[in-house]
Protein backbone atom coordinates (compact mmCIF):
# COMPACT_ATOMS: atom_id res chain seq x y z
CA UNK A 1 0.00 0.00 0.00
CA UNK A 2 1.10 3.19 -1.09
CA UNK A 3 2.56 5.58 2.02
CA UNK A 4 0.62 8.69 1.93
CA UNK A 5 2.26 10.47 4.69
CA UNK A 6 3.46 13.72 4.03
CA UNK A 7 7.46 13.97 3.50
CA UNK A 8 9.50 16.53 5.30
CA UNK A 9 10.64 19.22 3.07
CA UNK A 10 13.46 22.45 3.46
CA UNK A 11 11.56 24.44 0.86
CA UNK A 12 9.75 26.47 3.89
CA UNK A 13 13.28 27.01 6.10
CA UNK A 14 15.19 27.77 2.73
CA UNK A 15 13.23 29.94 2.09
CA UNK A 16 12.85 31.89 5.54
CA UNK A 17 16.36 31.51 5.98
CA UNK A 18 17.35 33.39 2.83
CA UNK A 19 14.21 36.17 3.06
CA UNK A 20 16.84 38.44 3.44
CA UNK A 21 18.03 38.14 -0.10
CA UNK A 22 15.12 38.68 -1.86
CA UNK A 23 14.54 41.78 0.33
CA UNK A 24 18.08 43.43 -0.47
CA UNK A 25 17.58 42.56 -3.74
CA UNK A 26 14.68 45.04 -4.30
CA UNK A 27 16.71 47.52 -1.72
CA UNK A 28 19.21 47.60 -4.28
CA UNK A 29 17.01 47.94 -7.07
CA UNK A 30 15.16 50.63 -5.57
CA UNK A 31 18.07 52.38 -4.97
CA UNK A 32 19.63 52.11 -7.85
CA UNK A 33 15.69 53.76 -9.13
CA UNK A 34 15.36 51.21 -11.75
CA UNK A 35 11.48 51.40 -11.56
CA UNK A 36 11.65 54.96 -11.94
CA UNK A 37 13.99 54.56 -14.88
CA UNK A 38 11.44 52.20 -16.18
CA UNK A 39 8.70 53.95 -15.71
CA UNK A 40 9.97 56.86 -17.68
CA UNK A 41 11.34 53.90 -20.50
CA UNK A 42 9.78 50.64 -20.62
CA UNK A 43 10.57 47.54 -21.77
CA UNK A 44 14.58 47.78 -21.44
CA UNK A 45 16.85 45.26 -22.42
CA UNK A 46 19.81 44.10 -19.95
CA UNK A 47 22.69 45.94 -21.68
CA UNK A 48 20.06 48.92 -21.57
CA UNK A 49 20.04 49.07 -17.86
CA UNK A 50 23.74 48.11 -17.19
CA UNK A 51 24.62 51.10 -18.95
CA UNK A 52 21.80 53.50 -17.48
CA UNK A 53 22.71 52.23 -13.73
CA UNK A 54 26.04 52.36 -14.26
CA UNK A 55 26.76 48.78 -13.65
CA UNK A 56 30.47 46.82 -14.00
CA UNK A 57 29.39 43.89 -13.33
CA UNK A 58 29.07 40.95 -16.21
CA UNK A 59 25.39 40.65 -18.81
CA UNK A 60 25.14 37.69 -16.69
CA UNK A 61 25.08 39.03 -13.21
CA UNK A 62 23.05 41.50 -14.57
CA UNK A 63 20.27 38.55 -15.68
CA UNK A 64 20.64 37.23 -12.37
CA UNK A 65 19.59 40.67 -10.82
CA UNK A 66 16.90 41.26 -13.45
CA UNK A 67 15.26 37.85 -13.66
CA UNK A 68 15.22 37.51 -9.99
CA UNK A 69 13.35 41.22 -9.57
CA UNK A 70 10.92 38.80 -12.85
CA UNK A 71 10.51 35.81 -10.44
CA UNK A 72 9.45 38.07 -7.25
CA UNK A 73 7.23 40.05 -9.36
CA UNK A 74 8.41 43.46 -8.93
CA UNK A 75 9.56 43.02 -12.87
CA UNK A 76 7.54 42.19 -15.99
CA UNK A 77 10.01 40.78 -19.07
CA UNK A 78 9.44 39.48 -22.48
CA UNK A 79 12.21 37.13 -24.16
CA UNK A 80 15.07 35.59 -22.14
CA UNK A 81 18.83 36.94 -21.50
CA UNK A 82 19.82 38.92 -24.52
CA UNK A 83 16.50 39.10 -26.30
CA UNK A 84 14.81 39.94 -22.78
CA UNK A 85 13.06 43.51 -22.59
CA UNK A 86 11.92 44.39 -18.83
CA UNK A 87 8.94 46.71 -17.34
CA UNK A 88 7.76 47.49 -14.08
CA UNK A 89 4.55 45.44 -12.95
CA UNK A 90 1.23 47.47 -12.04
CA UNK A 91 2.88 47.57 -8.17
CA UNK A 92 6.01 48.97 -8.84
CA UNK A 93 4.66 51.57 -11.52
CA UNK A 94 2.65 52.96 -9.22
CA UNK A 95 4.24 52.35 -5.96
CA UNK A 96 8.41 52.87 -6.50
CA UNK A 97 8.49 55.57 -9.53
CA UNK A 98 10.00 58.48 -7.60
CA UNK A 99 8.11 60.68 -9.77
CA UNK A 100 4.34 60.11 -8.75
CA UNK A 101 2.91 61.01 -5.53
CA UNK A 102 1.99 57.33 -4.22
CA UNK A 103 6.15 56.94 -4.05
CA UNK A 104 6.62 54.40 -0.85
CA UNK A 105 10.47 53.48 -1.58
CA UNK A 106 11.50 56.09 1.71
CA UNK A 107 10.36 52.75 3.22
CA UNK A 108 12.56 50.55 1.62
CA UNK A 109 15.78 53.43 2.11
CA UNK A 110 14.66 53.44 5.43
CA UNK A 111 15.34 49.68 6.37
CA UNK A 112 17.83 49.73 3.81
CA UNK A 113 20.08 51.88 6.38
CA UNK A 114 18.68 51.50 9.37
CA UNK A 115 16.05 48.61 9.98
CA UNK A 116 18.42 46.21 8.51
CA UNK A 117 21.08 46.54 11.20
CA UNK A 118 18.78 47.00 13.59
CA UNK A 119 16.89 43.72 13.34
CA UNK A 120 20.59 42.17 13.30
CA UNK A 121 19.88 42.45 16.94
CA UNK A 122 16.77 40.92 17.45
CA UNK A 123 17.85 38.30 19.68
CA UNK A 124 19.10 41.02 21.82
CA UNK A 125 15.94 42.45 21.80
CA UNK A 126 14.13 39.60 22.96
CA UNK A 127 16.90 38.48 25.67
CA UNK A 128 16.59 42.03 26.91
CA UNK A 129 13.25 43.35 26.16
CA UNK A 130 15.25 46.73 25.02
CA UNK A 131 14.75 48.50 22.09
CA UNK A 132 18.18 48.04 19.81
CA UNK A 133 19.11 51.47 18.53
CA UNK A 134 21.61 53.52 19.53
CA UNK A 135 19.37 55.98 21.33
CA UNK A 136 22.14 58.78 23.19
CA UNK A 137 21.79 60.13 26.51
CA UNK A 138 18.86 62.28 27.19
CA UNK A 139 16.82 61.11 24.88
CA UNK A 140 13.48 59.27 26.24
CA UNK A 141 12.80 57.72 22.86
CA UNK A 142 13.83 56.71 19.62
CA UNK A 143 11.58 59.30 18.21
CA UNK A 144 13.95 61.83 20.33
CA UNK A 145 17.02 60.04 18.46
CA UNK A 146 15.11 60.38 14.89
CA UNK A 147 14.35 64.20 15.48
CA UNK A 148 17.68 65.07 16.14
CA UNK A 149 19.43 63.35 13.60
CA UNK A 150 18.55 64.94 10.11
CA UNK A 151 19.25 61.86 7.95
CA UNK A 152 17.37 59.47 10.36
CA UNK A 153 14.86 62.05 10.67
CA UNK A 154 14.61 62.67 6.24
CA UNK A 155 14.88 58.27 6.35
CA UNK A 156 11.87 58.37 9.19
CA UNK A 157 9.33 60.08 7.68
CA UNK A 158 10.08 58.97 4.39
CA UNK A 159 9.79 55.10 5.79
CA UNK A 160 6.36 56.00 7.95
CA UNK A 161 4.98 57.98 4.62
CA UNK A 162 5.66 54.80 3.04
CA UNK A 163 4.45 51.92 4.99
CA UNK A 164 0.98 53.52 5.49
CA UNK A 165 0.76 54.54 1.61
CA UNK A 166 -1.52 51.70 0.11
CA UNK A 167 -3.52 52.39 3.62
CA UNK A 168 -3.97 55.65 3.25
CA UNK A 169 -5.47 55.58 -0.35
CA UNK A 170 -7.65 52.67 0.61
CA UNK A 171 -9.12 54.50 3.29
CA UNK A 172 -9.48 57.64 1.62
CA UNK A 173 -11.74 55.46 -0.72
CA UNK A 174 -13.24 52.74 1.37
CA UNK A 175 -14.49 54.19 4.40
CA UNK A 176 -17.85 56.45 4.32
CA UNK A 177 -16.98 60.20 4.82
CA UNK A 178 -20.07 61.60 3.79
CA UNK A 179 -21.74 62.59 7.28
CA UNK A 180 -18.80 63.78 8.41
CA UNK A 181 -17.53 67.53 7.91
CA UNK A 182 -14.44 67.71 9.60
CA UNK A 183 -10.91 64.73 10.00
CA UNK A 184 -7.98 65.27 12.81
CA UNK A 185 -4.71 63.02 11.77
CA UNK A 186 -2.51 62.78 15.21
CA UNK A 187 0.74 62.37 14.47
CA UNK A 188 0.05 63.39 11.12
CA UNK A 189 3.98 63.60 9.72
CA UNK A 190 4.13 64.43 6.49
CA UNK A 191 0.21 65.34 6.47
CA UNK A 192 -0.33 62.32 3.32
CA UNK A 193 -3.36 60.71 4.57
CA UNK A 194 -5.26 64.48 5.70
CA UNK A 195 -4.27 65.05 1.40
CA UNK A 196 -5.19 61.86 -0.06
CA UNK A 197 -8.79 61.65 2.12
CA UNK A 198 -9.69 65.58 1.11
CA UNK A 199 -8.69 64.75 -2.31
CA UNK A 200 -11.52 62.27 -2.22
CA UNK A 201 -13.64 64.25 -0.38
CA UNK A 202 -14.14 68.03 -1.53
CA UNK A 203 -16.60 68.30 1.65
CA UNK A 204 -13.92 67.54 4.47
CA UNK A 205 -11.96 70.04 6.05
CA UNK A 206 -8.58 68.11 7.55
CA UNK A 207 -5.79 69.14 10.33
CA UNK A 208 -2.53 67.27 10.51
CA UNK A 209 -1.26 66.99 13.83
CA UNK A 210 2.12 66.83 14.71
CA UNK A 211 5.45 68.24 15.83
CA UNK A 212 6.59 71.36 14.66
CA UNK A 213 9.57 70.05 13.00
CA UNK A 214 7.17 68.26 10.86
CA UNK A 215 4.93 71.26 10.04
CA UNK A 216 7.38 72.50 6.57
CA UNK A 217 7.21 68.54 5.09
CA UNK A 218 3.45 68.07 5.84
CA UNK A 219 2.86 72.04 3.78
CA UNK A 220 5.03 70.64 1.31
CA UNK A 221 2.56 67.55 0.69
CA UNK A 222 -0.62 70.42 0.98
CA UNK A 223 1.19 72.09 -2.10
CA UNK A 224 1.91 69.24 -3.69
CA UNK A 225 -1.45 68.29 -3.70
CA UNK A 226 -2.91 72.00 -4.24
CA UNK A 227 -5.30 71.86 -1.09
CA UNK A 228 -3.83 74.75 1.26
CA UNK A 229 -7.82 75.58 1.31
CA UNK A 230 -8.93 72.16 2.59
CA UNK A 231 -6.04 70.84 4.57
CA UNK A 232 -3.59 72.49 7.48
CA UNK A 233 -1.09 71.85 9.10
CA UNK A 234 -1.13 72.22 12.91
CA UNK A 235 1.55 72.28 15.55
CA UNK A 236 1.36 70.26 19.05
CA UNK A 237 2.07 67.22 21.10
CA UNK A 238 -0.08 64.55 21.31
CA UNK A 239 0.70 63.63 24.52
CA UNK A 240 1.22 67.31 26.06
CA UNK A 241 -2.33 69.12 24.23
CA UNK A 242 -5.38 68.48 23.74
CA UNK A 243 -6.65 67.57 20.10
CA UNK A 244 -8.67 69.86 17.50
CA UNK A 245 -12.31 68.82 17.89
CA UNK A 246 -12.99 67.17 15.01
CA UNK A 247 -16.02 65.19 13.54
CA UNK A 248 -12.98 61.99 12.91
CA UNK A 249 -9.62 61.61 14.18
CA UNK A 250 -7.35 59.54 12.74
CA UNK A 251 -4.18 57.64 13.96
CA UNK A 252 -1.93 56.28 11.57
CA UNK A 253 0.88 53.48 12.92
CA UNK A 254 0.45 55.59 16.62
CA UNK A 255 -0.94 53.33 19.06
CA UNK A 256 1.85 50.07 18.31
CA UNK A 257 4.41 52.78 19.37
CA UNK A 258 3.69 52.43 22.84
CA UNK A 259 2.80 49.99 26.14
CA UNK A 260 -1.11 49.05 26.63
CA UNK A 261 -1.57 52.23 29.09
CA UNK A 262 -0.36 54.74 26.89
CA UNK A 263 -2.67 52.86 24.18
CA UNK A 264 -5.66 53.55 26.11
CA UNK A 265 -4.63 57.17 26.84
CA UNK A 266 -4.36 58.26 23.25
CA UNK A 267 -7.42 56.49 22.25
CA UNK A 268 -9.00 58.33 25.51
CA UNK A 269 -7.45 61.33 24.31
CA UNK A 270 -9.19 60.83 20.73
CA UNK A 271 -12.49 59.95 22.28
CA UNK A 272 -12.45 63.64 24.27
CA UNK A 273 -12.26 64.82 20.74
CA UNK A 274 -14.56 63.80 19.31
CA UNK A 275 -18.68 64.38 19.19
CA UNK A 276 -21.06 61.95 19.77
CA UNK A 277 -21.11 60.05 16.62
CA UNK A 278 -17.70 60.68 16.00
CA UNK A 279 -14.95 58.17 14.34
CA UNK A 280 -12.21 57.61 15.70
CA UNK A 281 -9.85 55.14 12.64
CA UNK A 282 -6.61 53.49 14.04
CA UNK A 283 -4.91 52.79 10.35
CA UNK A 284 -2.53 49.86 11.59
CA UNK A 285 -1.74 46.19 10.87
CA UNK A 286 -3.91 44.65 12.54
CA UNK A 287 -3.15 41.16 13.81
CA UNK A 288 -5.82 38.39 13.34
CA UNK A 289 -7.21 37.23 16.42
CA UNK A 290 -6.30 33.62 16.31
CA UNK A 291 -2.60 35.39 15.66
CA UNK A 292 -1.48 32.96 12.69
CA UNK A 293 -2.58 34.38 9.50
CA UNK A 294 -1.20 38.55 9.25
CA UNK A 295 2.20 37.26 9.57
CA UNK A 296 3.13 40.89 8.69
CA UNK A 297 1.51 42.44 11.54
CA UNK A 298 3.22 39.83 13.71
CA UNK A 299 6.80 40.74 12.81
CA UNK A 300 6.46 44.63 12.31
CA UNK A 301 4.86 43.40 16.33
CA UNK A 302 8.73 42.29 16.79
CA UNK A 303 9.72 45.46 14.86
CA UNK A 304 8.26 47.70 17.34
CA UNK A 305 10.10 45.85 20.31
CA UNK A 306 13.41 46.28 18.52
CA UNK A 307 12.54 50.03 17.54
CA UNK A 308 11.02 50.93 20.50
CA UNK A 309 11.17 48.48 23.48
CA UNK A 310 7.75 49.16 24.77
CA UNK A 311 5.30 49.28 21.42
CA UNK A 312 3.45 46.01 20.14
CA UNK A 313 0.89 45.50 17.66
CA UNK A 314 -2.57 44.19 18.28
CA UNK A 315 -5.48 42.45 17.52
CA UNK A 316 -8.74 43.62 16.82
CA UNK A 317 -9.99 41.89 20.29
CA UNK A 318 -7.12 44.31 21.83
CA UNK A 319 -8.69 46.88 20.51
CA UNK A 320 -12.25 46.25 21.30
CA UNK A 321 -10.83 45.90 24.89
CA UNK A 322 -9.07 49.45 24.89
CA UNK A 323 -12.18 50.97 22.63
CA UNK A 324 -14.40 49.63 25.97
CA UNK A 325 -12.40 51.22 28.23
CA UNK A 326 -11.68 54.74 26.74
CA UNK A 327 -15.81 55.04 26.64
CA UNK A 328 -16.27 54.07 22.90
CA UNK A 329 -19.98 52.76 21.93
CA UNK A 330 -19.03 50.94 18.71
CA UNK A 331 -16.81 49.22 16.65
CA UNK A 332 -15.66 47.89 12.86
CA UNK A 333 -13.19 46.58 11.33
CA UNK A 334 -12.70 47.62 7.70
CA UNK A 335 -9.79 45.71 5.69
CA UNK A 336 -7.51 48.41 3.53
CA UNK A 337 -4.23 47.54 1.52
CA UNK A 338 -2.50 43.87 1.98
CA UNK A 339 -1.98 43.37 5.78
CA UNK A 340 -3.50 46.49 6.59
CA UNK A 341 -6.98 47.35 8.28
CA UNK A 342 -9.14 49.95 9.99
CA UNK A 343 -9.94 49.94 13.61
CA UNK A 344 -12.92 52.12 13.83
CA UNK A 345 -13.87 53.12 17.12
CA UNK A 346 -17.32 54.99 17.32
CA UNK A 347 -18.62 57.46 20.66
Known sequence: ME??????????????????????????????????????????????IKIVLDLKCTDRNAYDF?????ALGFLKRNGLLDTAKYSNTLDTDVFLDQAKPSYIGGLLEMQNTQGWEVWAKLGKGLKTGLNQHQVKAGDNSVFDLFYTDPEQFK??????????????????????????????????SAGVLSALVAKDNPHIQ??????????????????????????????????????????????GNILHDWDEDTKIKLMQT???????????????????????????G??????????????????????????????????ELLPLAGPGSAAIAYK
Open 3 to 48: NKTTQPSPAAILQVCTGFWASKILMTASKFSLFTHLAKKPNQSAKE
Open 206 to 251: CITFDLPKLEPIANQTIQKFQLEKQVTAMNGDFFKDELPKSDIVTM
Open 155 to 188: NFVEGMTGVQMGNFMALAHKFDFSIYKTMVDVGG
Open 298 to 331: LMLSLNMLIETGDGFDYTFDDFNRWAKKAGFSDT
Open 270 to 296: AYDALPNGGAFIAIENIIDNERKQNIF
Open 66 to 70: LDALT
